[in-house]
């Protein structure tokens, strides 16, 4: 498939992928142009891939050589690879033979006679599945989760167009956007995304991140959820992309900076807050990816430097939610004379006009945008303190919190905001 450019709206409509498995056979089909000739013979077969072979003008994320070749010999021991083009169709057939005799190692290219209505592009079936995968194929749990992976990991090009059918179903993207306000309240605060962006660097790479707020705070029936852990914190967390790739999908651990460097722990309190970053680069060995394409490389000199400022926006809204949390009536009342809010993109946020970016004066380069977020009146809050048996606050830190080593200062706060909600209703 020709890259589509960086800026285009829909840069992937009309391209889709069909897949289609059950316990016997697994077939991915796609209309994206097919695999020109002279790239299957210098290196799509190949196991391996040398580097004067890259992709050096495309924003790519294949770098190793072995994607396609390690999926299909992990599914099954019998594969056919079909390219349909305008200038030259062929199939490769993987054997049995071949795959059990260590002496093969070339693999024949047979042209395919082309016709004028043929569909441009690559179909890879592949049977003799190995039994696990044909176990996993022939179970309907497994095609609820395989779909629900294929949205979350292709949310970004299914965003911008791309179609995806999984056994017929097709696959909807998980959108990711922030909530932004169109106008600042009277104080000149307002809900926004704290924005980083690096672009034009010597290295190549291009960098947009941005966390906040994806929904609006939780109803009193969620935050009940939420102390049960019932509440849903799917979308929560961070993303990483890398060239539309999404290579990690709402993580919630130190990988992405939750729980170190003075940043909290996740906890469902904080189930409003998502972040994306997105990596862009026409050399793919620039990227933070791991070899499986689904994780981030955590010892990338890039991706530590932006894990600063990933930490630095988690730190802003996390502090924001802690100090909402303990004023829950005011928040309702703000939230009520709110301005209008709207659900804005990643690279959209990174685009907008009215906000202020800063130079940033570090090796990584730059600019950033730090929200003035609102923030509750000031109250004159006075200390209330007593003590009960160790037994009891256990008791009620598992009933709040389905556990019972919660902090004697947590379990009273839940105390007393359950009763200031009981004097409301």
Same mark, same amino acid.
């Given at each position: 498939?020709?890259?589509?450019?960086?800026?285009?709206?829909?840069?992937?409509?009309?391209?889709?992928?069909?897949?289609?498995?059950?316990?016997?056979?697994?077939?991915?089909?796609?209309?994206?142009?097919?695999?020109?000739?002279?790239?299957?013979?210098?290196?799509?077969?190949?196991?391996?891939?040398?580097?004067?072979?890259?992709?050096?003008?495309?924003?790519?994320?294949?770098?190793?050589? $072995?994607?396609?070749?390690?999926?299909?010999?992990?599914?099954?021991?019998?594969?056919?690879?079909?390219?349909?083009?305008?200038?030259?169709?062929?199939?490769?057939?993987?054997?049995?033979?071949?795959?059990?005799?260590?002496?093969?190692?070339?693999?024949?290219?047979?042209?395919?006679?082309?016709?004028? +209505?043929?569909?441009?592009?690559? #179909?890879?079936?592949?049977?003799?599945?190995?039994?696990?995968?044909?176990?996993?194929?022939?179970?309907?749990?497994?095609?609820?989760? !395989?779909?629900?992976?294929?949205?979350?990991?292709?949310?970004?090009?299914?965003?911008?167009?791309?179609?995806?059918?999984?056994?017929?179903?097709? *696959?909807? *993207?998980?959108?990711?956007?922030?909530?932004?306000?169109?106008?600042?309240?009277?104080?000149?605060?307002?809900?926004?995304?704290?924005?980083?962006?690096?672009?034009?660097?010597?290295?190549?790479?291009?960098?947009?991140?941005?966390?906040?707020?994806?929904?609006?705070?939780?109803?009193?029936?969620?935050?009940?959820?939420?102390?049960?852990?019932?509440?849903?914190?799917?979308?929560?967390?961070? #993303?990483?992309?890398?060239?539309?790739?999404?290579?990690?999908?709402?993580?919630?651990?130190?990988?992405?900076?939750?729980?170190?460097?003075?940043?909290?722990?996740?906890?469902?309190?904080?189930?409003? $807050? *998502?972040?994306?970053? $997105?990596?862009?680069?026409?050399?793919?060995?620039?990227?933070?990816?791991?070899?499986?394409?689904?994780?981030?490389?955590?010892?990338?000199?890039?991706?530590?430097?932006?894990?600063?400022?990933?930490?630095?926006?988690?730190?802003? !809204?996390?502090?924001?939610?802690?100090?909402?949390?303990?004023?829950?009536?005011?928040?309702?009342?703000?939230?009520?004379?709110?301005?209008?809010?709207?659900?804005?993109?990643?690279?959209?946020?990174?685009?907008?006009?009215?906000?202020?970016?800063? *130079?940033?004066?570090?090796? $990584?380069?730059?600019?950033?945008?730090?929200? +003035?977020?609102?923030?509750?009146?000031?109250?004159?809050?006075?200390?209330?303190?007593?003590?009960?048996?160790?037994?009891?606050?256990?008791?009620?830190?598992?009933?709040?919190?389905?556990?019972?080593?919660?902090?004697?200062?947590?379990?009273?706060?839940?105390?007393?905001?359950?009763?200031?909600?009981?004097?409301?209703?």
């Amino acid at each position: 498939m020709t890259q589509p450019a960086a800026d285009a709206v829909n840069p992937y409509e009309n391209y889709r992928a069909d897949i289609r498995f059950d316990e016997n056979s697994f077939t991915i089909t796609d209309n994206c142009g097919g695999i020109p000739f002279d790239v299957a013979e210098r290196s799509a077969f190949r196991l391996g891939r040398k580097e004067k072979d890259l992709d050096e003008d495309l924003p790519t994320v294949g770098l190793y050589g $072995i994607g396609m070749k390690r999926a299909i010999f992990k599914m099954g021991t019998s594969a056919k690879v079909t390219s349909l083009r305008g200038d030259r169709s062929f199939s490769v057939e993987i054997t049995p033979e071949w795959m059990g005799n260590d002496d093969l190692w070339e693999l024949e290219m047979v042209d395919i006679t082309n016709r004028p +209505d043929q569909v441009h592009g690559t #179909t890879i079936h592949v049977e003799q599945l190995r039994p696990g995968i044909s176990r996993s194929f022939s179970q309907e749990e497994f095609l609820n989760e !395989f779909l629900d992976d294929v949205r979350a990991y292709y949310s970004y090009i299914i965003e911008k167009g791309f179609t995806v059918t999984v056994n017929g179903k097709e *696959a909807g *993207a998980k959108k990711i956007g922030f909530l932004m306000e169109e106008k600042r309240d009277h104080a000149g605060q307002g809900i926004a995304p704290y924005v980083y962006r690096r672009q034009g660097q010597p290295d190549g790479v291009d960098v947009y991140l941005s966390v906040g707020l994806y929904r609006t705070s939780p109803t009193e029936e969620e935050e009940e959820q939420e102390l049960e852990g019932r509440a849903s914190t799917e979308n929560a967390g961070w #993303t990483i992309i890398c060239n539309d790739r999404v290579v990690l999908y709402a993580d919630k651990t130190r990988l992405t900076g939750w729980g170190e460097a003075t940043v909290p722990a996740y906890h469902t309190q904080f189930v409003a $807050i *998502a972040g994306v970053v $997105i990596f862009r680069s026409n050399d793919p060995s620039k990227l933070p990816l791991t070899t499986t394409k689904r994780g981030v490389d955590a010892n990338s000199e890039l991706y530590l430097q932006v894990k600063d400022f990933m930490r630095d926006g988690l730190k802003l !809204f996390t502090n924001y939610t802690n100090r909402w949390k303990k004023r829950p009536t005011e928040r309702k009342e703000r939230e009520a004379q709110s301005p209008a809010l709207t659900t804005v993109l990643p690279e959209e946020v990174a685009k907008r006009s009215d906000l202020k970016f800063t *130079a940033i004066r570090k090796t $990584i380069g730059g600019e950033q945008s730090r929200p +003035d977020l609102p923030a509750p009146q000031t109250f004159t809050d006075r200390w209330v303190r007593f003590s009960k048996p160790e037994s009891e606050i256990k008791l009620l830190s598992q009933e709040f919190f389905g556990t019972p080593d919660a902090k004697p200062s947590e379990v009273g706060e839940e105390c007393f905001a359950r009763a200031l909600r009981e004097l409301e209703v």
